[in-house]
């Protein structure tokens, strides 16, 4: 039987909470973590009418993007749409789960998808993150390198983008001095020794520090592990906002915006005008995006597609490209589709459910 911390488990190995942004709300939000799961339904936002459409589908989990406890509550008493919907979940004693930013800020998440359907190929992240990444650095006997390091690869220490098992050694000399409560591998105690060592440096990401270390001292043959970790301001490759991606084939601005309107489904595109060149490289954000633009700009895409723009954040294009703004539920409610694709390749012992209710708060009159 599957309880509702094995799936919310499994989905932070996809998408650690630590990588979520300091004002969002991950996690699981109502509920017990050790209730069985009888269903599960996944939406994109959870409002009242969803819970109740995870009652009729016998659902006791609720696999949402955007959380609906966002900000503190200090009352909970139906005034609002946020507190009915509360209420009924614990009533009903369906958990809410929330998977936000950060599986915005994975690089196979909710950006990844959107890029997916629009068929862009040579995809990296936009805007990655600063301080994820830190280097350890360790000594270990000569003789014991090996088995070290592959209990730190296992462990998900030493990638780099598209490489695996990357550190760096150095041949060096360890001293030390035992005393009488030591129980040392080399060497007795009150005698002063020399081992040949090496130095291992590797790439450690913040997520999993812990797991690292634990191994670390579990895989090293001394009895005190001699090691530093340092935190590194390089960009973590796999972690941040956005996508740049390209089009197959070029597009003139009308023929790009006919393509958009087709694969993602939509009623309307906001859009800027002016930008004369052919659209081929693109910048894509998920949800409310104009905090990107200027990477957008500076990474040379010829059109940048979010949601939310402000009326005068248009002007800031300033003919360097064209933006896309087609909405923020049209741009991420492919999250839905993903978060089935993660669940139904790990977990068969119950029910998956995409929500059918329209959660969009807007709509266009024509």
Request: proline letters at 2%; charged letters at 20%; one cysteine or more.
């Amino acid at each position: 039987m599957t309880k509702i911390k094995d799936l919310t488990g499994y989905l932070e190995t996809i998408a650690p909470l630590s990588y979520q942004e300091n004002y969002d709300n991950s996690g699981l939000l109502t509920g017990n973590k050790e209730d069985t799961i009888k269903g599960v339904l996944i939406t994109l936002d959870c409002i009242e009418e969803v819970v109740q459409e995870a009652i009729d589908k016998n659902c006791n989990l609720i696999i949402t993007h955007h959380p609906i406890i966002f900000k503190g509550l200090k009352k909970i008493t139906g005034n609002n749409y946020i507190e009915k919907t509360i209420i009924k979940a614990i009533n009903n004693q369906i958990a809410i789960y929330a998977i936000h930013t950060n599986l915005d800020n994975m690089i196979n998440g909710v950006n990844f998808k959107f890029a997916q359907l629009l068929g862009l190929t040579n995809i990296s992240i936009l805007s990655a993150k600063l301080n994820t990444l830190y280097k350890l650095v360790c000594f270990v006997p000569k003789d014991h390198e090996e088995k070290l390091l592959k209990a730190l690869y296992n462990a998900g220490a030493g990638t780099i983008g598209n490489y695996s098992e990357c550190s760096f050694t150095t041949d060096g000399t360890g001293s030390f001095t035992p005393n009488k409560m030591a129980n040392p591998t080399i060497g007795t105690s009150g005698t002063a020794e020399k081992v040949k060592e090496q130095r291992i440096e590797i790439l450690v990401p913040q997520h999993l520090i812990n797991t690292i270390i634990n191994t670390l001292k579990h895989s090293h043959p001394y009895e005190e592990v001699a090691y530093y970790l340092s935190e590194l301001k390089n960009e973590n490759q796999e972690i941040g906002a956005g996508i740049i991606g390209e089009l197959k084939n070029k597009m003139s601005s009308t023929e790009f915006l006919r393509y958009l309107k087709d694969k993602m489904n939509l009623e309307v595109i906001k859009h800027t005008y002016g930008y004369s060149g052919e659209i081929h490289k693109i910048a894509l954000c998920g949800g409310s995006g104009s905090f990107l633009l200027s990477s957008a700009i500076n990474s040379q895409a010829d059109v940048y597609i979010s949601s939310d723009f402000k009326y005068h954040e248009f002007f800031d294009a300033e003919n360097k490209l064209m933006i896309c703004d087609i909405g923020h539920y049209e741009s991420e409610v492919a999250t839905k589709d993903l978060l089935f694709d993660i669940l139904s390749k790990k977990f068969s012992s119950f029910a998956l459910n995409l929500s059918k209710i329209v959660t969009n708060p807007i709509r266009y009159f024509k």
